[in-house]
T-cell receptor, first 113, second 115 residues
Framework: AQSVTQPDIHITVSEGASLELRCNYS??????LFWYVQSPGQGLQLLLK??????LVQGIKGFEAEFKRSQSSFNLRKPSVHWSDAAEYFC???????????FGGGTRLMVKP | DAGVTQSPTHLIKTRGQQVTLRCSPK?????VSWYQQALGQGPQFIFQ???????QRGNFPDRFSGHQFPNYSSELNVNALLLGDSALYLC??????????????FGPGTRLTVL
């Protein structure tokens, strides 16, 4: 069975500082991985996705993620955080049929001025 | 181009009642998935509808049922509501013939509170 773990429930960073959100997955085949962001009261917006090729994936809003098969990880990074990045971030893996996303528990990001 | 829309935005019900939530997929999409997001947790897959049939189902009881209409819109029905059904219910849509690499587009959700 596929699963996703986000070890950090809450993270606080200062505005302008770098950010890394951790994600570990468990999946028997080649994983297709996603990062979504959810602002308060909003639905989920896709930041980026990985399914093959270059292990460093660029997304929207200046985010990137690196797929490391040996570590079963897909960590999200941003070099300089803005106050508007405060939100909840979810890592997810999809099954081969492409119809069922399995999400991690999420990481809530707070940004200090 | 309208994205995924859901109604109502908020809903309050009491235990034992039944509820119906609605979703219209993004233009050009014909596949609809439903997810339940309890407070402080990640979304959990309930089921997916394609060509008016349930194609895949997550680990949810039969109290949760759905329907898809010819115009691709969908309803989620929950019977005999429990307090634990309180959650944000998210609808997502896919383009035709979903592939794992496709993006699921999510609506803003319906917040259900069961008292």
């Amino acid at each position: 069975a596929q699963s996703v773990t986000q070890p950090d429930i809450h993270i606080t960073v200062s505005e302008g500082a770098s950010l890394e959100l951790r994600c570990n997955y468990s999946y028997g085949a080649t994983p297709y991985l996603f990062w979504y962001v959810q602002s308060p009261g909003q639905g989920l917006q896709l930041l980026l996705k990985y399914f093959s090729g270059d292990t460093l994936v660029q997304g929207i809003k200046g985010f990137e993620a690196e797929f490391k098969r040996s570590q079963s990880s897909f960590n999200l990074r941003k070099p300089s955080v803005h106050w508007s990045d405060a939100a909840e971030y979810f890592c997810a893996v999809i099954n081969n049929a492409g119809n069922m996303l399995t999400f991690g528990g999420g990481t809530r990001l707070m940004v200090k001025p | 181009d309208a994205g995924v829309t859901q109604s109502p935005t908020h809903l309050i019900k009491t235990r034992g009642q039944q509820v119906t939530l609605r979703c219209s997929p993004k233009s050009g999409h014909d596949t609809v998935s439903w997810y339940q997001q309890a407070l402080g947790q990640g979304p959990q897959f309930i089921f997916q509808y394609y060509e008016e049939e349930e194609r895949q189902r997550g680990n949810f009881p039969d109290r949760f049922s759905g329907h898809q209409f010819p115009n691709y819109s969908s309803e989620l029905n929950v019977n005999a509501l429990l307090l634990g059904d309180s959650a944000l219910y998210l609808c997502a849509s896919n383009p035709p013939v979903p592939e794992p690499t496709d993006t699921q587009y999510f609506g803003p959700g319906t917040r259900l509170t069961v008292l």
